[in-house]
């Protein structure tokens, strides 16, 4: 077809429930052995794309490619993928073993292949010894990796990832997190992983596409969409604790608001270019310097401290800038508490500007 | 180029294809057979002739309202409606009040709860032939418990509702909350544990005593659970027919009949199939009546959030 | 109130005294031990009736046990009862009774949880529309469609057989079965399902081999439900069957209710009491799931 690299392509996708449209006219290229995380809040359409992709769901329109192939209306098992769960969606009745061939044996496939088949799923996943065990006697971890065995089994070029962490507790989320990375670096299948979690979004993804309202907002690299997200919801969805908006206007260099005034000739403006109006100020917690740091900034403003959050290796500081609020980051050594007046400096080239009135990125 | 082709939606949805889902279409056929044949199509034949006079075979000869002037000038439906009506509020009230009473008190952590439970449930379990039958038995005026009463002195004890025409219905009504309060117990109890327990720790911290929460607090929330019970209490009140056949046969005299055995004897014994075509008909349009604003409460509302 | 535990000047310690006989107690369990009688006493009065003798009844209290037990009751219920039309006893009707149970909960089990199933998974259009339509058909009284039946039944010609009655069980028990297996397969994940798609498994392999392994108590439930209710029915019997194929309750009615000859109480009890014995089997081996069944068939609807 068209594109010999994409191994996903969705195409014009439409869905919708009687008159409530859920996804709209969506375009999305996958290429061979990439990493995509669909990233959004719930709600937004993601497990649902997903599922279009598995063919669990019918689409209203617009077409799914896989591997260069028009699948749109192929049942899902016809379609060379495979697909892990949020609830692991383990068959209760069934061994490990049972799980992982349950599929195999409804492709008739020899009983050798799928012997040999269960064999290497399972010393890739580490799960030899548990194969004749139920899934009631399986820790969550252990779980998800049968469950992501079952997917392997099929032999698939892509895998469809559910939210896979969400069920388990963090400090295993962090580790499966890493295993799906290793997998993947392992058998550079295609991967679409959905998650309302932005970390495993940034740290799995080669691209992540953030998605509303069943649209996608951005797709691009992690580093993009963190550095220059395309419109103010991106901005906020992304970073932890999310980004400071001040309101205020632009006028010719400048960025003027009531309690500060910014000269933004070292910003990187969009392609549109700059026009005067109204706009907002994004600038992330973590791009505040403070006390000494701050003086070295472009911009330097006090700030009054309201709340310090000791979080360990840094302190998250909840100020207000003449009764606006103002986050920020500060070292964990910080000896910052409430009452304080602090300095902050802001780097202008660090921030972003966003229309106000269209949210858009300048 | 095939890209632009496609770029537009609407090509990509599926041809009108009945054929799709084939096996979920042949597993509910017996569903739309039942639904449509017999529930529907039953219903509306029924109606339709009951404005015929049809009488030993269903017969096309529309008579308008006649069956129905009929029917309402029989003394003997008069006293069936009138019965129904008895009974049926007398033993909602009743069921109610006691199955919630019941309910609560089990709902105390009691010990031996699963022992009450059982008693208070298996008549549950039982046909209501048997029931009318063991219930004619017990209020047998010659050697039930009117009997036992005055053989201990009271001489003059007089408790024999099966036998007065005045009070036979309410002999029924005995037999009916015996049989069916232990059902209403367990709907109520599962809906009183189905209310959030910290409900209850609020009230305790705040020092409402148990009686006003239950009346302000708990009986409100748990107005979901009154309404269906409500409502399969009613929908069961209307089919009564069992009972009364097994304990009284309808009498002394007509005393205690009941509509749907005036159905069933009209369309299979006197052999006057229009009659009692009318008369279910009236019944449908009694349940009807309890049904269509439950029906919009419940799904209406539900609809709107 | 506390002197017997919290020793002068030490004030309260330790755990708070609890007394059995508070009067709250008293009142609560004085109260559920009366219910309890009221609703124990009709089959006590049932079982002592039945071992009595007809001299020891006319003489006594029905509330008094036997003085000497027979079973003699028992055996001439079962065997010798007369209805008016024949006296082979209830026998005839408890083996008529099977015949029509059996294949009557097989058959509307087997259709509504197959029903249930493509409902909850595999919803196609128009679905909704028939089931709301067998919903509210639950509600309607039976007298509006008993004769529209007779007629199909008379059609088929099985009016008056025991596969005319196991059908009509079939269709007046689909209502609430279809509610029970759809509400219960909803209740399963459904990423089950999905996973199962994924594997290749089609609309009857994920029926047989991964959703009824998985339902094994909806089924039992599913059961009590329909063997209490079909053995209990009376109405339909009466209606669809002839007298030779009578179901037990009917003969029981018959039986006891009959004109003719001298009635012989412990005869009559001890035929309800056979009667009542497979339903209250069922029920007191059941228990919790009992009240599970009737609980969610009803809750929901």
Not at chain 1, 143 to 159: H, M, T
Request: with cysteine.
């Amino acid at each position: 077809m068209n594109q010999t690299t994409s191994s996903v392509s969705i195409r014009g996708l439409d869905l919708h429930f009687g008159s409530v449209k859920v996804l709209t006219d969506l375009d999305i290229e996958i290429g061979e052995g990439e990493f995509l995380v669909l990233l959004g809040s719930s709600g937004c359409g993601k497990s649902t794309l997903l599922n279009c992709i598995a063919g669990l769901l019918d689409v209203s329109g617009g077409e799914i490619h896989i591997k260069g192939r028009n699948v749109t209306w192929d049942e899902p098992k016809d379609r060379g993928i495979g697909m892990v769960f949020q609830s692991y969606a383990l068959y209760p009745q069934m061994t490990v073993r049972g799980n992982l061939s349950f599929g195999l044996k409804q492709a008739k496939v020899a009983k050798s292949e799928i012997e040999s088949r269960v064999k290497r799923a399972a010393e890739v996943l580490q799960i030899e010894a548990l194969l004749e065990r139920k899934p009631a006697q399986l820790s969550g971890g252990q779980r998800q990796r049968v469950a992501i065995g079952r997917a392997l089994v099929r032999d698939v070029d892509v895998f469809l990832f559910d939210e896979p962490l969400s069920n388990l507790d963090a400090k295993l989320r962090a580790s499966l997190r890493v295993e799906i990375k290793r997998l993947h670096q392992q058998l550079h299948n295609t991967m679409i992983y959905v998650t309302h979690d932005q970390i495993e979004a940034m740290t799995l993804a080669d691209r992540i596409a953030i998605m509303k309202d069943g649209a996608v907002q951005q797709l691009g690299t992690p580093h993009e969409i963190y550095s220059s997200p395309v419109n103010r919801y991106v901005a906020a969805f992304i970073g932890s604790p999310s980004m400071n908006f001040f309101s205020g206007s632009l006028s010719g260099d400048n960025f003027v608001s009531d309690t500060m005034t910014l000269s933004m000739d070292r910003y990187a403006f969009d392609g549109t270019g700059r026009q005067n109006g109204r706009v907002e100020l994004g600038v992330r917690p973590e791009h505040v310097a403070c006390d000494e740091a701050a003086r070295d900034m472009p911009f330097q403003v006090e700030v009054d401290v309201d709340v310090v959050e000791p979080m360990g290796s840094d302190t998250q500081v909840w100020g207000s800038l003449q009764g606006e609020e103002f986050r920020f980051r500060v070292d964990g050594q910080s000896t910052l508490k409430t009452g304080d007046k602090v300095l902050v400096g802001i780097d202008p080239a660090r921030t972003c500007l966003f229309d106000m009135t269209t949210e858009l990125r300048l | 180029m095939n890209h632009q082709i496609t770029h537009k939606g609407a090509q990509g949805r599926r041809p009108f294809r009945p054929l799709r889902n084939l096996n979920a279409k042949i597993a509910a056929i017996p569903m739309i057979l039942t639904a449509m044949v017999v529930f529907v199509g039953g219903t509306i034949w029924t109606v339709v002739y009951s404005f015929t006079n049809s009488r030993l075979l269903p017969r096309e000869q529309f008579v308008g309202l006649k069956q129905y002037e009929r029917l309402w000038g029989t003394s003997r439906w008069q006293v069936s409606i009138e019965n129904l009506l008895i009974f049926g509020v007398c033993s909602l009230v009743l069921s109610l009040v006691i199955g919630f009473v019941l309910a609560a008190l089990l709902d105390q952590k009691i010990r031996f709860e699963d022992t009450f439970r059982t008693i208070f449930l298996y008549p549950f379990a039982m046909s209501f032939i048997v029931t009318g039958l063991v219930w004619q038995w017990i209020l047998n005026p010659r050697l039930g418990v009117q009997n036992v009463v005055r053989d201990l002195g009271w001489d003059s004890f007089v408790f024999d509702p099966l036998n007065n025409a005045d009070i036979a219905i309410y002999g029924i009504l005995i037999a009916a909350i015996w049989q069916g309060t232990g059902f209403i117990m367990c709907l109520m109890l599962a809906g009183l544990r189905g209310i959030d327990e910290d409900i209850w720790k609020a009230a305790r911290v705040d020092g409402i005593p148990a009686w006003k929460t239950y009346i302000f607090i708990v009986i409100p929330m748990m107005r979901p659970v009154f309404i269906t019970t409500l409502v399969i209490i009613a929908a069961g009140i209307v089919k009564v027919y069992d009972l009364v056949v097994a304990q009284t046969s309808g009498g002394p005299g007509i005393a205690s009949e009941v509509p749907a055995k005036y159905v069933y004897e009209k369309m299979f014994q006197s052999q006057n199939l229009a009659q009692g075509f009318a008369a279910s008909t009236m019944m449908l349009l009694a349940v009807l009546i309890v049904l269509i604003p439950w029906a919009y409460l419940e799904f209406g509302g539900r609809r709107r959030d | 109130m506390t002197e017997s535990v919290a020793p002068v000047g030490r004030g309260p310690n330790g755990p708070k005294p609890r007394r059995v006989f508070s009067r709250r107690n008293i009142f609560l369990y004085g109260i559920l031990g009366l219910v309890a009688c009221y609703y124990a006493l009709p089959l006590y009065v049932m079982v002592v009736t039945s071992l009595k003798g007809m001299p020891e009844i006319r003489m006594g209290n029905i509330f008094s046990p036997p003085v000497e037990v027979t079973f003699q009751p028992w055996v001439k219920a079962w065997a010798e009862a007369c209805t008016g039309l024949n006296c082979d006893g209830l026998s005839r009707g408890f083996w008529n009774s099977v015949m029509i149970t059996v294949p009557s909960v097989v058959l509307s089990i087997a259709i509504a949880s197959v029903n249930g199933y493509a409902l909850a998974n595999w919803r196609f259009k128009g679905a909704n529309v028939f089931f709301t339509i067998l919903i509210f058909g639950a509600f309607i009284p039976y007298q509006v469609m008993i004769y529209p039946l007779v007629i199909i039944l008379r059609e088929m010609g099985l009016y008056g057989s025991f596969w005319g009655l196991v059908l009509v069980h079939s269709v007046f028990g689909m209502p609430i079965l279809t509610l029970l297996f759809r509400n219960y397969f909803s209740s399963l994940p459904e990423e089950l399902f999905k996973a199962a798609r994924v594997d290749g498994a089609g609309f009857w392999g994920i029926f047989l081999k991964i959703m009824l392994p998985m339902s094994v108590p909806i089924f039992v439930v599913a059961m009590i439900l329909q063997i209490t209710g079909i053995w209990n029915d009376f109405l339909f019997g009466v209606i669809y069957t002839k007298p030779a194929n009578y179901p037990m309750t009917v003969q029981l009615n018959n039986i006891v209710n009959s004109v003719q000859g001298v009635k012989e109480y412990n005869v009559n009890m001890a035929a309800t009491m056979i009667t009542a014995l497979v339903p209250l089997t069922v029920y007191f081996i059941s228990g919790r799931l009992f009240v599970r069944g009737i609980a969610a068939g009803a809750v929901k609807g």
